[in-house]
């Protein structure tokens, strides 16, 4: 069977050279008895290529049975697998068959195999390697002959790196590797898929067919789709039932897409964690108050350069500058206002020594400022803190990031 025979058998949507690649392996390794690991993002189809390969496989009448290894409890996960005996535990009324003597002759996809306690995954290392296990409470070694379908949305070898997954059963269960493409590697495909998800619920709700604008189909294609193609027919869903103009624009598109996956138009090539994120801001924040300060600063001595000196007039007229340059100095009380800049007395030879400066400032209170990034978050911090008295969850809305990192902040920095 080709390929396009396949996609129309299992309902695959997609032109995609990474998925027809998937596709082409699966159906090469579904007539052996290989085990198989599938990888790639939630969401984006991994049972039905398991069910691609038991369907074109010698085990097509047997039972296929799929079991989500992360939604079932640790402590019932063995029963579940392999069956237990009567009085084997609390609540075991009589024997139970496990998946495994279910599916004898059959194939049993485990989802999220990567979840398995490792005690868990040696029990399915003895199946993959002699067919053999014991049920929960029995010292009786039972047989059985299925054939296992792995799959995962994490990195497994980092598991096993970090001791969370058992390297022997990784190389079992990875006899044949096969990875599914995420969406957003699948750009040509989500128009495809966007128009097939739309029929099919026009059809289902009665209602007037689709129709996306050309700014709509770029915002779907540029989305990088974390949800993969379970999301992109959720949204699809949401727009045939809620949208009332059936021709949907753009701005339309962007009312059903996550707000907080807004970062992702356009795609994010590196993602960083939201604490890194915020401390990078933070930094950026005071550069740009110190930028801001010295432009007033020019601003305000321009000022006083075209008055000619006349600091009153140039008080009167600005008064944001002023306030803004010298919020934080605290002058005596009565000389709030002790900076006086003059116009230079002329020479008897109309040359000074430098022969650069025609003013010169009198009597006035010269404040020297840090330019030291951690003085700067380190004022930034105490502000907020006393703005809202103390209040460390409102003083990180304030600074912008995360009442976690305000308090290491707050450590670090001795305040």
């Not at 195999?113 to 995954?121: K, S």
């Not at 974390?226 to 699809?236: C, D, E, F, S, T």
Request: aromatic share 8%; net charge neutral.
């Amino acid at each position: 069977m080709d390929t396009q025979n396949i996609k129309q058998r299992f309902g695959i949507i997609g032109n995609s050279p990474l998925l027809n690649r998937a596709i082409d392996i699966a159906s090469q390794v579904a007539p052996t008895d290989m085990s198989v690991l599938i990888t790639g993002e939630s969401g984006s189809g991994k049972e039905v290529f398991s069910q691609i390969i038991h369907q074109m496989s010698a085990r097509k009448h047997g039972a296929f049975i799929a079991v989500n290894c992360g939604a079932i409890p640790e402590g019932t996960i063995d029963s579940e697998l392999f069956g237990h005996e009567k009085g084997s535990f609390t609540g075991a009324h009589e024997a139970r068959k496990g998946y495994f003597e279910v599916a004898n002759g059959g194939t049993i996809f485990l989802d999220e195999v990567a979840e398995l306690p490792l005690g868990t995954q040696a029990r399915l290392l003895r199946i993959l390697e002699s067919g053999e296990y014991l049920r929960v409470g029995s010292s009786k070694v039972q047989k059985t002959d299925v054939r296992i379908i792995a799959a995962t949305n994490v990195d497994v070898y980092n598991r096993v790196k970090n001791g969370k997954f058992r390297e022997d059963l990784y190389y079992r269960l990875n006899t044949v590797p096969l990875r599914i493409p995420p969406l957003q590697e699948r750009k040509e495909d989500i128009y495809l898929l966007f128009r097939k998800f739309a029929a099919d619920f026009s059809d289902k709700y009665r209602s007037p067919a689709l129709h996306l604008e050309p700014d709509a189909i770029q915002i779907l294609t540029n989305y990088s789709w974390p949800g993969n193609v379970r999301q992109l027919k959720n949204i699809a869903e949401q727009i045939c039932v809620l949208e009332k103009d059936r021709n949907v624009s753009g701005q339309a598109i962007l009312n059903y897409i996550p707000n907080e996956a807004g970062s992702n138009l356009p795609m994010a090539i590196n993602s960083q964690s939201k604490e890194d994120f915020t401390e990078r801001d933070i930094l950026y924040k005071v550069l740009f108050d110190m930028k801001k300060d010295m432009v007033e600063l020019k601003k305000l001595v321009a000022e006083i350069i075209q008055h000619g000196g006349n600091t009153a007039t140039v008080l009167a007229d600005n008064p944001q500058y002023i306030n803004q340059l010298y919020r934080d100095v605290e002058l005596p009380v009565g000389q709030e206002h002790a900076f006086t800049i003059q116009q230079a007395a002329p020479s008897n030879n109309n040359i000074n020594s430098n022969n650069n400066a025609d003013y010169f400032a009198h009597e006035a209170e010269e404040v020297e400022e840090s330019l030291s990034l951690v003085d700067k978050e380190s004022d930034l911090i105490k502000k907020a803190l006393k703005k809202h008295k103390g209040k460390r969850k409102f003083a990180a809305q304030e600074l912008g990031i995360s009442e976690r990192t305000l308090y290491r902040k707050i450590k670090e920095l001795n305040l």
